[in-house]
Each structure stands twice: as C-alpha cells, then as structure tokens.
C-alpha cells in the first residue's frame, strides 16, 4: 500500500493531476471486510487529501455508527483519487487511468464486501465485472455475488450520502442498507 501511496502523489497520468490540491487515497484498516468506493473525490476532500469529510462523511459517520460500524472497521476509497474541477462527472479516460490504483488496493485488503456508493460507483463495478446494468434505485441494499481477481466478493450497493442529503426521502432507505450491511459484515 505505501507503494499505492508513492505512486499516487507523484501521479500525472490524467489532466487532473494540474487541478488537484491533494490526491486522496482512502483511509480506513487494511484489515476491512468491507471497503466502501465513491466515485471521486469533492472540494473538502481535495483541501485535506482525506475520503468523504465534510457534509456527506458525517452522514456517513452517523450511520456507520447506527450500524455498528466505524471508519476504524473499514477502508473508504474512490475510483478517482483527484477531484474533477467543480465536481464535474470523471471522463472515461480518467477512470482508465485511475482504476488501476483501487483495483490494486481492493487487491490488498481482499474485502469480503465491497459497497459502491451512488449510480457512477456502482457503473463502473457492473462494467468491471460484467454485470447487467441496472440503477442504484432498483438494486440499492441488494447482494450480488461477483468473482473479482482479489477471490468471491459480495458487491452490496448503496446511494451515495450526498444524495440523502439532498433527498430526504432516500435517507431511511439508507440507514436500512447501512443496518443490512452490517449485520452482512457481522457474519
Ligand atoms: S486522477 Fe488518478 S490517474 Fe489522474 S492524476 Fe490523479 S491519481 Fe493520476
């Protein structure tokens, strides 16, 4: 992993590499049964090179804990580790180059559960594995089984918290997920 690290700061693969502030890598134990993935990091996460602060981390953070879960548990990490410039969706070709780098961190810790976070988490993982495309509101808390390079892995999709922020009403549907996966993670 701190080869990971080394890699990642110095990287120029992508045009994004001239916007960022810092890269961020993700956090969390190497330990994880479960890894959650989001699809790039925003404007708070680039100031402090950290994975999701601010608004949506702290969403995050209440509902680990209602699940019995804390960031110590599990690792949190992107697809792209710099921030498009204002938010913007990460092009096609970032995530080729960026890929790598998750792939060989899930490789690393070999999750038994790995939980995409919102629709372009959850695209990139149905095209990485081959799996029929479908929208985060239909397979939201559902366990799809996948045969990833790292061994079987339970693929657990969950909205993304910003979303919950700006949608009420999907907010108990992820405290349900959030509870489901943690008793998941407890078996
Ligand atoms: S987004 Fe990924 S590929 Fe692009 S510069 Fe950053 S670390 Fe490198």
């Not at 959650?36 to 702290?58: H, I, M, N, Q």
């Not at 969403?59 to 599990?74: E, F, N, P, T, V």
């Not at 080729?96 to 939980?115: D, H, K, R, S, T």
Request: charged letters at 25%; aromatic letters at 6%.
């Amino acid at each position: 992993m701190n080869q990971i690290t080394t890699q990642v700061e110095s990287c120029a693969n992508c045009g994004l590499s001239e916007t960022r502030t810092k890269v961020v890598l993700g956090a969390g134990t190497l330990d994880a049964k479960i890894v959650l993935v989001g699809e790039a990091p925003g404007r708070k996460e680039d100031e402090s090179g950290l994975p999701f602060v601010g608004s949506s981390g702290k969403l995050l953070d209440r509902l680990l804990a209602a699940a019995g879960l804390s960031r110590d548990d599990i690792f949190i990490g992107n697809i792209i580790k710099c921030r498009p410039p204002k938010n913007r969706r990460p092009k096609k070709s970032e995530v080729g180059q960026c890929e790598g780098y998750m792939m060989e961190q899930l490789e690393i810790i070999n999750p038994a559960i790995v939980a995409p976070m919102g629709n372009s988490s959850l695209s990139y993982f149905q095209e990485r594995f081959g799996l029929e495309k479908q929208v985060i509101g239909d397979v939201h808390g559902k366990v799809i089984d996948i045969k990833a390079p790292w061994g079987r892995t339970k693929l657990f999709p969950l909205y993304h918290p910003a979303a919950a922020i700006y949608r009420r009403h999907l907010l108990g549907e992820l405290e349900e997920d959030m509870k489901k996966l943690g008793e998941l993670a407890s078996k």
